[in-house]
């Protein structure tokens, strides 16, 4: 879309402000710039669509509370954030080659120019130079695991994050270049949704209210909010909360054990179809259905270490190499 075509229309987009240089900028100094607002790699996160990382993990980063929580070494060669900066510049670089476009770096956080959307902040990995359709390009690697999630196009987390940078920016138009298990390049075009942007900022400035007013988000059932709730309340102080009057809690607890039962008689039950599918099996290594197959096969034998007698017959190697382990809260259900 041009610019005369965006004043008819009566919106025109304002280029992003230029927040901070990273061109010199450490990692450290970067991710405390970065819990400044949201980012465009938070934007899922934000409006609870994250797989990987839930809203109270989110909160919990960019309240300054994150200091215990596990973290990803960017070196740890088995880390895919490892890979995909490592692969950045040369998925960029075969952009280039397939589309004919252009490109290069931004080396600053962008800031939205609008003083009420001042949190919305973006990174950009390049910017596109000489095309009028498009003008961002997101570099992605996926492999065997994540390249499930692009089976049919641009996973919803990453269209988010893209949507976000086109809010901030002001642009058009972004391609997503990724990288599938290292030996396929797609490209996926995702044009500006003005909807979608509206709806996306509306959500993630209520997101940003909780790290305003220091209000922890609600939990959303996912592993990242479960180990979040382990290390923001690590431990018990052995008071007791009585809630025997509040009764939405008392409903949320009704329906807990409600669940868990059904759980169980759904867990006896695969159980029972499992074993007699294995009782039918016999010695068969493999089972084909109308609508599947099933794989039953012993797996190779492994070798491990008798601690128990290990440390019968040598009494001092506890000693000697002793290991902590912290106990964490257990959760236990009595009625």
């Known amino acids: 879309m041009s610019i005369a075509e965006r004043v008819v229309k009566g919106k025109v987009n304002s280029p992003a402000l230029r927040l901070v240089k990273t061109h010199d900028l450490s990692r450290d100094d970067w991710l405390a710039v970065r819990k400044g607002g949201i980012g465009s790699s938070d934007a899922a996160a934000a409006v609870g669509l ?27 060669e088995s880390s895919p954030m490892y890979w995909g900066t490592l692969l950045e510049p040369i998925v960029a670089a075969h952009y280039t080659k397939r589309s004919g476009n252009r490109v290069r770096k931004i080396n600053a956080v962008l800031q939205h120019p609008d003083t009420d959307k001042a949190w919305m902040l973006a990174n950009i990995d390049r910017e596109i130079v000489g095309a009028s359709d498009v003008q961002i390009l997101e570099c ?49 075009r995702i044009e500006r949704d003005e909807a979608l942007i509206a709806r996306l900022i509306e959500l993630e400035r209520q997101f940003w209210h909780y790290v305003e007013t220091d209000t922890p988000p609600p939990a959303d059932g996912s592993d990242s909010a479960g180990t979040a709730l382990q290390y923001l309340y690590p431990q018990d102080s052995g008071n007791t909360l009585d809630l025997t009057d509040d009764r939405d809690m008392s409903a949320i607890f009704a329906d807990l054990i409600t669940v868990r039962d059904e759980i ?13 599918i294995q009782q039918r099996m016999e010695d068969a290594s493999k089972a084909l259905f109308e609508t599947g197959q099933i794989s039953w096969k012993r797996s190779k034998d492994g070798l491990g270490i008798d601690m128990a007698k290990l440390l019968q017959d040598q009494p001092g190697l506890q000693q000697r190499y002793p290991l902590a382990k912290p106990g964490s809260r257990r959760f236990l259900i009595s009625t």
Not at 264 to 276: G, I, N, P, S, V
Request: aromatic share 6%; proline share 4%; glycine share 8%.
């Open 50 to 76: 994250n797989p990987y990382q839930s809203q109270l993990e989110l909160w919990m980063i960019k309240t300054g509370r994150d200091g215990g929580m596990p973290k990803v070494n960017p070196n740890d």
């Open 140 to 188: 992605k690697t996926a492999g065997e695991f994540g390249s499930r999630l692009w089976r049919d196009g641009v996973p919803e987390y990453v269209q988010l994050q893209v949507q976000h940078q086109l809010a901030v920016t002001g642009k058009a138009a972004a391609d997503v270049c990724v990288l599938v298990c290292g030996q396929e390049i797609r490209i996926h």
């Open 264 to 276: 169980a008689t759904r867990e006896k039950l695969e159980a029972e179809l499992k074993q007699r």
